[in-house]
């Protein structure tokens, strides 16, 4: 492992490293799109994702950039059912909604409990619903929102990594014994758990990410975790491209995604995602980054090994 560097990683510190926002409206959403995605009964179905705006995250985890897309304070009663219905309008009839607002939706201070009600009208007609949350916003308020709405409510948590020194460093105020709980609680009630799992957080070689990605995908499906996925870790946010720049820090390479994608589908634990976005961020090699991607897509959609890429990188 990398050394942990010798000052201490602190809120204050991960802020301070920041730059500036992107500009946001209060009243539409920052970002929509639809994409496939492979369903647990095997169906390939099209799901749309809302990306919300509202208040950041109270958390401060060292390698969020979610933050960027954020307003300075909450937001208006009512402002967040008017996004989806804005959004709604613009996707087509999907089956399947993700409603990530760039924290936590059960945090009162980013989605105001008085919107529930016009929320869960507006997204009643939806087979699943799909949002995010910090174990510590986990509690009774799940199940309200989950009775309020009708539809399969699956709640997306981030797991990061088990390596426990790490989970740390990365600030994520969370314990492995507080993750599981979540996902027991919630499972007791029938509400399904995607866990994100970081690919090669920081203080980390390419063999230990892998290492660490593996053990993290085993400990989540055992967990009771129903969906895995496996997110590289990428500079931008100010305090990892900082910590890059002390050697603390390197991407992942595409080629690391797809042995973790490889060994997570060999589990047959649940279902096992790569995180698609921006990967050419991970490859060097022009000649066959566009191979790699369609490899990994056509792995989450058929939870499938395929072949392996050749290409004269695979020696370096
Ligand atoms: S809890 Fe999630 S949204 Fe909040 S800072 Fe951490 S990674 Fe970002
Ligand atoms: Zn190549």
């Not at 507006?122 to 799940?142: A, D, M, Q, W, Y």
């Not at 969370?174 to 029938?190: I, K």
């Not at 973790?260 to 921006?278: N, S, T």
């Not at 990967?279 to 499938?304: G, V």
Request: glycine share 4%.
């Amino acid at each position: 492992m990398n050394d942990l560097p010798d000052f201490e990683i602190t809120d204050k510190w991960i802020v301070s490293c920041r730059g500036k926002k992107n500009s946001v409206e209060a009243r539409k959403p920052y970002a929509w799109l639809v994409e496939k995605e492979r369903t647990p009964s095997g169906t390939i179905e099209d799901t749309a994702t809302i990306f919300l705006t509202n208040r950041e995250c109270p958390f401060h985890c060292l390698m969020c950039d979610l933050w960027k897309n954020t307003t300075e304070g909450s937001i208006p009663e009512g402002a967040v059912p008017e996004q989806i219905e804005w959004a709604l309008n613009q996707l087509p009839d999907v089956k399947h909604l993700k409603l990530y607002n760039s924290g936590s939706f059960f945090d009162k201070k980013a989605i105001p409990e008085k919107d529930y009600h016009k929320i869960s009208s507006l997204i009643r007609n939806f087979e699943t619903v799909i949002v995010e949350s910090h174990p510590g916003f986990i509690n009774e308020e799940c199940l309200r929102f989950r009775d309020m709405i009708k539809s399969d409510l699956q709640i997306a948590v981030g797991l990061e990594t088990v390596n426990t020194a790490i989970l740390e460093k990365i600030n994520k105020r969370m314990t492995l014994d507080e993750f599981a709980g979540s996902v027991n609680y919630l499972l007791d009630h029938d509400i399904f758990t995607r866990a994100f799992i970081l690919l090669r957080p920081p203080f980390m070689s390419e063999s230990e990410g892998i290492f660490w990605a593996e053990r993290s995908i085993d400990f989540a499906f055992s967990a009771g975790v129903e969906c895995c996925v496996v997110i590289p870790v990428r500079p931008g946010n100010g305090a990892m491209d900082q910590l890059q720049k002390e050697g603390l820090f390197a991407p992942p390479d595409i080629r690391s995604l797809e042995k973790v994608v490889e060994y997570g589908i060999e589990q047959q634990a649940g279902r096992l995602f790569a995180d698609l976005w921006d990967l050419k961020l991970f490859s060097k090699c022009d000649s066959c980054l566009n191979d790699r991607i369609s490899r990994l897509t056509e792995m989450n959609l058929t939870q499938r090994f395929s072949k392996q890429i050749k290409c004269t990188c695979d020696t370096l």
